[in-house]
């Protein structure tokens, strides 16, 4: 019994992201180029003082890293300061595509809590936008999730 919940639980952690339901939290238009914010609902989670999600952000154009290593979607974990309205991210995964699917061109480790430095979003921005969504799962339970996204909560 505990070697086949063992493999469950390995079978779950080892699901690739494009396994994972991604809601678009929202679009950045500018001329010639769209960006898309996305988070996976069952991702979010209070820890310590915070909201934890995961989240993918796509570009409709290729992006250019510092060593010129092209990609078009990046997943990440986002820490929430719902109180201060500021974020931090870790554990940046990108991809080629703008779907975060096969074998991904740079990863960055998660670092601790502890050690992040978290930054508060201008209003109106993108990071407002992902903070104002996340922030709503604060004070409500899994259950309610659902009525949330749908406008209900």
Known sequence: MKSRLFSLIFAALALPASATEWHLISETKEPGKVISWYVDLSSIVHEDDYMRAFLRTSWSTPQYAPDDTVYQSSTYINYFDC???????TANVYYRTEDPVGKPVHEEPEVALEKLR????????????????????????FMTQRSIVDGQG
């Open 118 to 141: 978290f930054q508060q979003v201008k209003p109106g921005s993108a990071g407002d936008t992902r903070v104002e969504f996340v922030c709503k799962f604060r004070s409500k339970n």
């Open 83 to 89: 109180d201060t309205r500021s974020i931090a991210f």
